[in-house]
């Protein structure tokens, strides 16, 4: 399995570089990335390339038998290129230019930009084709969100012009009769930005609206969400187009986990392999396990294959300050969490924290003195077990029985109109997500297009956008046997965003087995409360008045004026159930009730027990040999009761009955 990190050697001095490789060697370390940002080393001036100095690094490195995962630096585009192109800078939807100084300064849909991306890829790709120690590509850096410019105002005619064909039927699909509208021709189509509705006394004053604009026509901030998110793969594919010309090495992008400007399925069918960066604590926040698990699970489920982490945090992370410097064990936790999700190659960014530029703060495993302390001890002591393990890592697998169906069509109409200024679709999947994934149950995070026959369970929150393809597809799974859950706001309306005139929940109302008579967006402070089979819980975002069309009752609401009415169902159909739930519900409500449809639908455990902050997940290596990998999130000890008799993979002890784990502690227990 690779083990490594990421290496600038253009950040320090030659005779370092040496030093470097040896202390990576003695860490175990099998592998860098390199380049992704070193454009102006590498083409100093227009047309005169410099490779020299890389070649000179990739030797030191490849001496202490390091491989290399070379990144394409159009994430950094040098000030020669923008001095000349001052409209490639990216626009924002004020029309203000995004100037030099950081990164990312570019729009993708530059067609000039798009021709400098492809040369210095293809350049690249020519010097290093058949190198013995580039063994992989990585593609830009973390691809980004939006730019209003004219280069994007011109690609976006084009692209609804192949998506409608005639200014008729996009006028239709909008619905632009509403307020004037009408567009004549594809030359009157406008960019999604500033209009004269918006602002923040506009937006229920939050400030967080506020650098995007969402009073637009649904079709439209929609289409525009849509064509970014294509525009973006279609220039990534541009740059792999000339890397495939030259070399048959498996080219990747780094994604960034829960970041949903861009469609990561589409971005991710034209890579090899996926990778992710992952920095759980850092100045802007604290991710909690379950949404860090959730995110690689989302990452192994963009090509329902395993994945690499490309950054993986390894000191104390921000820009202006700091997250929490990472505590003894820690490294080692988030390390196999990836792993226990389905991370197969592990880069921990970076090497040495750097002493210059707006990252000297982000450290790395090396302090800026770049001497090897306690982080650099533990990477170590990590890569020598990985080595010893690595047969059980490579190409396992996680065969789980439940899927959480994400959907960025769905993410992008629901950030426009959350109906409730509460409502986020994201928390309300990661929602799902913990409430399944604390009772040890795993969970693949997927989309709609996923073969659904595998599962027991698909879960299927808030998916407001429907189709008629969509909805045959669950229908055919549940009649087969499947189980299905929606929520509110599923189904209520058409792909091109206009609102259904179906009775709600759409096409999920003959399925579900009910109907809404109403609903009610939960405002101000005010809860109701829900009682049923799994005890009382309350709802403070949103409740559905349902109609029973034959569904039996799993809870009902026992506030407000629809006291007494049905808020979750389940309606059995050909061999299947489709549960429905009306309302959002307190975390631990949820977490009760997605017990209640876990054993109802026969979804086992890993553990006997649910345990705070543990996660237990099963996998089975390449060999069929299956295992446990037991982690504790927590920072105190946890002692568990298992389900069977193992062996521990590390220290080759046998396992059984109660097992006490230390804090941060990891195990990989082989089932006997
Ligand atoms: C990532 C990025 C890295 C580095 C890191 C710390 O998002 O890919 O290049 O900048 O964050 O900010």
Redesign the pocket.
């Known amino acids: 399995m690779y083990f490594g990190v ?1 290496y600038y050697p253009e950040h320090w001095p030659e005779e370092r570089w040496p030093i470097d490789a040896e202390m990576m060697k003695q860490a175990n370390i099998n592998i860098v990335r390199l380049a ?2 070193a454009w102006a080393k590498m083409e100093p001036e227009e047309g005169v390339y410099d490779f020299a100095w890389l070649d000179r690094a990739i030797e030191v490195l490849a001496g202490a038998g390091i491989k290399i995962v070379l990144g394409t630096p159009t ?1 950094t585009a040098p000030k020669w290129l923008m001095d000349k192109y001052p409209d490639m800078y990216p626009v924002d939807v004020y029309g203000l230019s995004k100037g030099f100084g950081t ?1 990312r300064h570019y729009c993708v849909n530059h067609p000039v930009y798009r021709d400098y991306s492809k040369q210095i890829a293809r350049v690249m790709a020519e010097h290093y084709r058949d190198h013995p120690h580039v063994v992989a590509w990585q593609i830009d ?2 691809f980004g969100g939006a730019c209003y410019c004219q280069s994007d105002l011109h690609a976006f005619r084009i692209w609804l012009r192949k998506k409608y064909g005639t200014i008729d039927r996009l006028n239709a699909e909008w619905g632009t009769v509403f307020w004037s509208q009408t567009y004549r021709s594809w030359e009157e189509i406008i960019l999604p930005v500033y209009s004269a509705s918006d602002g923040f006394s506009q937006n229920g004053g939050a400030s967080s609206l506020l650098s995007t604009p969402y009073n637009h026509n649904p079709g439209l901030l929609l289409d525009y969400q849509r064509f970014f998110s294509d525009a973006t793969a279609e220039y990534q594919r541009l740059q792999i187009e000339e890397i495939r010309a030259c070399s048959e090495l498996p080219i990747t992008h ?1 994604l ?1 986990g829960h970041f949903s400007e861009l469609d990561y399925f589409d971005l991710g069918k034209d890579l090899d392999f996926v990778c992710w ?1 992952n ?1 759980p604590n ?1 100045m802007w926040g604290k991710s909690s396990p379950a949404s860090v698990s959730m995110a690689h699970d989302l990452m192994r489920g963009i090509k329902n294959q395993n994945f690499w982490m ?2 993986q945090q390894s000191g104390p ?3 202006h300050s700091m997250g929490d410097t990472p505590e003894p064990g820690q490294i080692r936790l988030w390390t196999y969490q990836a792993i226990a999700h389905g991370a197969e190659g592990m880069v921990y ?2 090497w040495r924290a750097c002493t210059v530029g ?2 000297q703060y ?1 450290h790395g495993i090396l302090d800026h003195d770049g001497i090897g302390r306690r982080r650099y001890r533990e990477i170590t002591a990590i890569g020598s077990e990985i080595a010893k393990l690595s047969p059980l890592y490579l190409h396992a697998k996680n065969d789980n029985a439940v899927a959480l169906v994400k959907s960025y069509d769905n993410v992008w109409s629901h950030r426009a109109q959350p109906h409730n200024l509460k409502f986020s679709y994201d928390t309300l999947l990661k929602g799902y997500y913990t409430a399944v994934a604390g009772h040890h149950v795993g969970v693949d995070v997927t989309s709609a297009e996923t073969d659904f026959s595998p599962y027991k369970l698909v879960l299927m929150p808030a998916f407001n956008l429907m189709t008629e393809v969509i909805a045959a597809k669950c229908e055919a799974y549940v009649a087969s046997g499947g189980a299905l859950l929606v929520t509110f706001r599923s189904g209520t309306r058409t792909w091109n965003n206009q609102m259904t005139t179906l009775t709600f929940p759409g096409l999920f109302r003959e399925l579900a087995g009910v109907e809404l008579e109403e609903f009610d967006s939960v405002n101000f402070g005010r809860t109701v409360g829900v009682n049923g089979s799994f005890g009382e819980g309350t709802a403070s975002i949103w409740c559905d008045v349902l109609k029973s069309n034959g569904a039996e009752t799993l809870a009902e609401y026992s506030s407000h004026y629809y006291n007494g009415t049905p808020a979750v169902t389940v309606n059995t159909y050909g061999k299947g159930r489709v549960y429905y739930v009306g309302c959002d519900l307190d975390a631990d409500a949820l977490a009760r009730l997605a017990g209640i449809i876990l054993e109802r639908e026969g979804i086992a455990a890993s553990l006997p027990k649910a345990y705070e902050g543990v996660e237990a997940i099963e996998r089975i290596a390449e060999d069929g040999r299956a295992y446990l990998m037991l982690l504790n999130h927590n920072s105190e000890p946890v002692e568990v009761e298992l389900n069977g008799v193992y062996t521990d993979a590390l220290s080759g002890e046998a396992v059984e009955g109660e097992l006490s784990l230390e804090p941060y502690a990891v195990h990989v227990l082989l089932n006997s």
Do not use: S, V
């Open positions: 990421d992704e940002f994430a990164r850096n973390e780094n960034m960066d920095y850092t490309m950054e992370c921000g820009w960014f970076r707006i990252e982000w």
